[in-house]
């Protein structure tokens, strides 16, 4: 990952596993921010950096959604077609998106408005910051990672968004029995996810053993998560034969 452009620079003390902050909202998208980011947009505390969340900042999720309910947390939600189709497809549960890229906050926030789905909510933030500070200690049903970068090339593998480190924030965030669900096209990046997530001790893996073979005798790969809605984006990289990999960890 790279370090964030401009100002918000010089306050980066770690590798993040975003390479920008922001980008130019066409009239639409801009449109759409006017019109739903007061009511879906969550207006957070910030600390030195533009999207970091204040330590002492927490989420009252039922002050929030307005009810008590099952918390599912998208981490790296792009333009969110997954969690608008989660959203719409489970009322009884809430969701909150979190993106630092700025279009895609406005690419969700129009169609979490188009639908009228008031069981969601948009955090432009670091996902570390709100990981690791922002959501309470046992308050999530399920994280999700879909499809982050998988910085494929040797000298960027150290800025892929899953590791150790991660593993860690997800599990002290998640309820019992919770739920850390990932998906990637990328064969290297999903052996280092399990292996991630197998190794910290936190998590133990629903199918481990699954889809073991002689070029990876350990397996562990899930089922497609049905929850998953398939985007243009998983269609492009299976049309040029990159399968999916699906994992499903459960909070040990």
């Not at 968004?161 to 309820?175: D, M, Q, R």
């Not at 399990?194 to 005798?217: C, M």
């Not at 990289?237 to 040990?252: K, Q, S, T, W």
């Amino acid at each position: 990952m790279a370090a964030a452009e401009g100002p918000e620079q010089p306050f980066r003390r770690r590798t993040v596993s975003f390479s920008r902050l922001d980008g130019r909202l066409n009239a639409r998208h801009q449109g759409a921010w006017d019109r739903y980011a007061d009511e879906l947009l969550l207006d957070v505390p910030r600390a030195e950096a533009r999207t970091s969340v204040d330590p002492a900042y927490r989420l009252d999720a039922p002050a929030v959604f307005g009810r008590t309910a099952p918390l599912v947390v998208e981490v790296g939600s792009g333009a969110g077609d997954a969690v608008v189709h989660a959203a719409a497809a489970r009322p009884e549960a809430d969701f909150l998106a979190v993106e630092v890229y700025r279009p895609g906050v406005a690419q969700t926030l129009a169609k979490v408005g188009a639908q009228g789905l008031a069981n969601v909510r948009v955090v432009q933030a670091d996902a570390v910051d709100v990981l690791g500070t922002m959501l309470p200690r046992g308050s999530v049903e399920q994280v999700w990672v879909f499809f982050p970068d998988p910085w494929h090339k040797s000298r960027h593998v150290k800025r892929r968004l899953v590791t150790p480190a991660l593993a860690g924030l997800v599990a002290g965030c998640l309820a019992p029995q919770g739920l850390w669900r990932l998906a990637t096209d990328w064969a290297d990046y999903a052996v280092q996810m399990r292996d991630v997530a197998e190794g910290t001790g936190h998590f133990t893996n629903r199918y481990a053993g699954r889809l073991a073979s002689a070029q990876d005798p350990r397996g562990g790969f899930a089922p497609r998560f049905e929850g998953r809605v398939m985007t243009r984006f998983e269609r492009k990289g299976l049309a040029v034969g990159r399968p999916v990999f699906d994992l499903c960890l459960e909070l040990a």
